[in-house]
């Protein structure tokens, strides 16, 4: 008697979990994975703080703020350690885990004939290709020499402690994904499930919030410019264009606030959407903003380098004229600083995740439209029309093509408006002036966005360490100059150590 009690009362305490969904009972249908495989793209949030940071705070750009914190000084200074928070891998490697776990399983979803095709299978199988190739590209940029999964980890104790595998293999793999990708994955808007009625419907989101053949062939392009294969990036950047990937236009500050359906810009391409009613934290506005009230504790600024680019006058004018850049400069990608941030001789702050609109220099004491404390409504691009431009031309002005080279620069200045220096660069400029002038101009047109220490590595991986070293030279103390130039000059150290949890976790790294 007493045994039935006992086995009575233990199947009346085991109570069912409501929230989770078995994977025997998961991908049943078109909804299962669409929701599989937004959930990878999901993981992008997670990694923004770590592409802003890395991708600026080691470069020329910017500088530490008054707020930076120890982690900031060591990356600025090139002397990080194992202990470092921005060595933490654990972001990439969730992407990737996500996209393993797409690409295994969404072969198990039944095809139908309205609702999941062969194409569309094929397409979101694609779409997993490109993020798993996105964070590995990524972390061999950040670490060199990485572990490499390719299987899905859904337990911890499956967790594989692997050594490192070589940059080349890793890359090669990418090569050979991406060219899967680009032919699986759709050209622009797909139908996406209604959430109001049975069938589905075509959503302008997918063309910004998913990866699209034109968003393949920039990541393509980028990667072949990494390992100086000039010819096939050209040929990426074809089907770049090929694919919708025209020059952008529009007001081009509204491209960095609201949410995914609002301000609309036709240069954005590819980013990840942070919402504040959906209470998705956008961690920028913490890193540039000034004022402590709206959560600012002003660790990152623009650097002397970058705004005297936008303006050589400043900081003494900011009136119009041919030198100045006054449709990405101030009052679009930096401003002063609160409250008043119309000031010219205030201290800047990186205005692109601060504003909701542009800012007019001024002397009267007047608050512009900036976002309310704490508000995370944000647009963080991943790629836009402008890079895919911008890497053309570095790959045209590499294989001699010098016309065109300088014709995708000014598609990028045209669309800008008026307000831009004449370009000083021609046809009889040497290959070296024109792709400088290309990092400049990806500087005007993209600084602060996470982009500028890898422009940096890979122009110097085939022009040399002096190159990087004399950038990033000129945005430090003076104090700084005579280590960055000792610790630079070996390009094992453009790259991050190991993380020391994850050396003591996985001893064969």
């Given amino acids: 008697m007493m045994i039935v009690v006992l086995a009575s009362c ?101 095809l139908d004939p309205n609702f999941f095709s062969v194409a569309e299978r094929d397409a979101f199988m694609g779409e997993a290709r490109f993020l798993r190739s996105w964070a590995y590209f990524n972390l061999v940029m950040n670490f060199d020499s990485v572990p490499h999964v390719l299987y899905a980890v859904d337990n911890i104790t499956k967790v594989p402690y692997l050594p490192a595998t070589a940059q080349d293999v890793i890359l090669d793999t990418i090569e050979a994904d991406l060219i899967k990708s680009f032919n699986a994955v759709f050209t622009g808007v797909i139908n996406v499930p209604n959430t109001f009625d049975i069938g589905k419907r075509p959503s302008e989101e997918t063309t910004r919030l998913r990866a699209t053949k034109r968003t393949v062939a920039t990541l393509q392009a980028e990667v072949y410019l990494w390992r100086n294969k000039y010819a096939q990036a050209v040929a990426a950047c074809d089907n770049y264009a090929n694919n919708g990937g025209g020059a952008p236009g529009g007001t081009w500050f509204n491209m960095f606030w609201g949410k995914s359906n609002e301000n609309l810009f036709n240069g954005e391409m590819f980013m990840t959407v942070f919402e504040y009613l959906g209470r998705e934290i956008n961690p920028l506005m913490r890193y540039v903003s000034n004022d402590p009230l709206s959560g600012g504790e002003y660790m990152v600024v623009p650097s002397d380098t970058a705004i005297k680019t936008y303006n050589p006058n400043w900081p003494n004018s900011i009136s119009t004229n041919t030198a100045i850049d006054d449709t990405r400069g101030f009052g679009r990608s930096y401003a002063g600083s609160a409250p008043y941030y119309n000031r010219i001789n205030s201290k800047p702050v990186i205005w692109k995740y601060l504003g909701l609109g542009t800012v007019n220099p001024g002397t009267a004491n007047v608050a512009p439209n900036v976002r309310p404390p704490y508000r995370s409504d944000a647009k963080f691009h991943i790629y836009r029309l402008a890079d895919g431009q911008l890497l053309w031309a570095e790959a045209l002005n590499r294989i001699g093509d010098k016309t065109n080279a300088i014709a995708r620069i000014n ?99």
């Fill in 10 to 110: 233990k199947k009346m305490l085991d109570v069912d979990q409501k929230d989770v969904i078995r994977d025997k009972n998961f991908l049943r249908d078109y909804w299962d994975a669409e929701f599989m495989l937004r959930g990878a793209y999901q993981a992008y949030q997670n990694i923004v703080e770590y592409k802003f940071v890395l991708g600026e705070v080691q470069a020329d750009w910017v500088k530490p703020g008054p707020g930076a914190d120890k982690d900031l000084l060591e990356l600025a200074s090139h002397t990080v350690t194992d202990k470092n928070r921005f060595t933490n891998w654990k972001p990439y490697y969730d992407l990737i885990n996500r996209a393993n776990y797409v690409l295994e399983n969404t072969p198990r979803v039944p």
């Fill in 411 to 509: 598609s990028v200045r045209g669309a800008n408006g008026t307000g831009m220096p004449a370009p000083t660069v021609t046809v009889n400029s040497t290959t070296e002036q024109i792709e400088d002038y290309i990092l400049r101009e990806r500087g005007l047109e993209l600084g602060f966005e996470g982009r500028r220490w890898y422009d940096l590595m890979r122009i110097a991986k085939r022009r040399g360490a002096q190159y990087l070293i004399d950038r990033v030279k000129k945005r430090a103390p003076v104090s700084e100059h005579a280590q960055l130039e000792t610790i630079l000059s070996n390009p094992k150290n453009w790259y991050l150590p190991y993380n020391a949890e994850e050396k003591r976790l996985n001893p064969n790294l």
